[in-house]
């Protein structure tokens, strides 16, 4: 349970704030993920980050911004959010992305997250 | 790019029943079949996983059956518990080079005691 953490778990902003989003991952992995997770919706692939370098940006609006300053730590900072951003945002992590067999990922528990 | 069908959207069984769900994919070139559990309020977490050089793979109560030519799999949970309700998720992924997961909109699994 403690191998992939997220801060904070819920967290409310209007929308001309600017809040973070915090991931951090004990398990010696090389690649980490962030997901969007909507009410009847699957999960979305926002960002994909290999070996510190960002490797995937699924057409996310710039209002999100990630950010991977080591292998162990990735960061997502919100600014000017909207109402439709309101969801559950998970951070995911893998040994390494890209290479075959290693793909398994291992989700943090989210940070809920409104947006008034 | 991939697709990822998932049926049913919401299943309940009783206690001691089988249970199957079911995913298709559009991509032949996926290779790597996830499938994760959701309890309320938690992170999802893998169970089991398929790659596409075997048709069945079992953990205990858990199976997943994979067929390459038809583009689809399958969870099989038999001897239902009541811990066994949440919400599950499939996944495709080509894995190699491509390692995106792409996943389907999960199934609400109600075990009645």
């Known amino acids: 349970e403690t191998g992939v953490t997220q801060t904070p778990r819920h967290l409310v902003m209007g929308m001309t704030n600017k809040k973070s989003l915090k991931c951090e991952q004990h398990l010696g992995h090389n690649a980490m993920y962030w997901y969007k997770q909507s009410a009847k919706k699957p999960l979305e692939l926002m960002f994909v980050y290999n070996f510190k370098e960002q490797t995937e940006n699924n057409s996310v609006p710039s209002r999100f911004s990630p950010e991977c300053p080591n292998s162990s730590h990735l960061f997502l900072h919100l600014h000017t959010l909207q109402p439709e951003d309101s969801a559950l945002y998970l951070c995911a992590s893998s040994p390494e992305s890209g290479r075959k067999g290693t793909d398994t990922q291992y989700f943090g528990p989210g940070t809920r997250l409104t947006v008034l | ?113």
């Open chain 2, 1 to 113: 790019g991939e697709n990822v069908e998932q049926h049913p959207s919401t299943l309940s069984v009783q206690e001691g029943d089988s249970a199957v769900i079911k995913c298709t994919y559009s991509d032949s070139a996926s290779n790597y079949f996830p499938w994760y559990k959701q309890e309320l309020g938690k992170r999802p977490q893998l169970i089991i996983d398929i790659r596409s050089n075997v048709g069945e793979k079992k953990d205990q109560r858990i199976a997943v059956t994979l067929n390459k030519t038809a583009k689809h799999f399958s969870l099989h949970i038999t001897e239902t518990q009541p811990e066994d309700s949440a919400v599950y998720f499939c996944a495709a992924s080509r894995g190699g080079s491509n390692y995106k997961l792409t996943f389907g909109k999960g199934t609400l699994l109600t075990v009645n005691p």
